[in-house]
């Protein structure tokens, strides 16, 4: 084999490095081999700590879990042995949440002492003096139930709703007419008046009495938003919960029709599939389409009450459904 002429640096430096692998060669691969075999050591140490963790995790690695307080109660023996059995059970801490009891009173326990009171106190003192010795976190709501609050917030600073009242007025001259009172959903601390303890205006605004239509409609795009097979649609009265001077204007919906699209959602598109009545009564009311019906987009139009003398119209529920039962209305 013929070998190209070199150049005398180039000579020299091939040399060099073919002195540098015989000379030195060794050294370098003894010194890979060794790092190779330290590098398997630890790899073979971290797989055995890793398993080991897993096995016996340390306490920053375990879970926590939620203790509560139901309505502040604690019996101070049963608190000790709960923290003695979590420990046991490989938890590393609780979450301690004082909250309020629901469901059948007769089952509630015996109400414990007010949240942060001197005697609160004192039972958290125990308890961390005993999480302390089996070395559990103790984590801490600090709230008592489930809104922030107690005997020490005023009114004004306590957590708040908007609520909203409307009357009619004749337009085009200027008015001076009081707003009827809101009845707020929840109770709230009352004043001497009646009203609630605390409250104030946010803003008054004039808007312009829209004509009524005919009727209420919804346009519904089925999910996915291709045309499907649908075989029925369900509608609820529901059982609407309002105050009572707003029931007063309330009344379930009686006429109704249903129309379907399977391309947009002009007017143009639909085709009206069905014209019934509700009862009045609540719970599901099932009501066939005609065979074959399909629909990309459904329409529901509102075209009259139970009582024609109410304004305000109430329905709960509305459900587009295939032959397997799926409602594809679910979403919207």
Known sequence: MTMPALTAVEAASRRDRRTFVRDRGVKPLLQ??????????????????????????????????????????????????????????????????????????????????????????????????????????????VISSWDMGGPWIEPRHAVMAL?????????????????????????????PDGKPAFWTDVAVLAVRSPRRLPGHEFVLRLDPPVPHAITEVVLDQGRPNAAPDLAATMTGVKEFAVAVSETGSDDKDFREVLRSSLAATPGPQRFALPEGTKARHVRLQLLGGQDPNRARWTLGEFEVRDASGRNLAGSH
């Open 163 to 191: 609520y909203n009242t409307e009357t009619t007025v004749a337009g085009g001259q200027r008015v001076d007419a009081p707003l009827p009172f809101p009845t707020p959903e929840r109770a709230a601390p009352l004043g």
């Open 32 to 141: 890979f081999a060794f790092a190779a075999l330290l590098g398997c050591s630890a790899v073979g140490a971290a797989e055995v700590s890793l398993e080991a963790g897993f096995r016996d995790p340390p306490m920053e690695a375990r879970p926590h879990t939620y203790w509560l307080w139901m309505n502040g109660h604690l019996h101070p023996p049963s608190a000790l042995e709960e923290l003695r059995a979590m420990k046991a059970a490989g938890l590393s801490g609780v979450l301690l949440f004082e909250m309020g009891a629901r469901g059948d009173k007769s089952l509630f326990p015996a109400p414990g002492p007010a949240f942060l009171s001197e005697a609160w106190l004192e039972r958290l003192k125990l308890v961390l003096e005993e999480t302390r010795r089996l070395g559990l976190q103790v984590d801490m709501s």
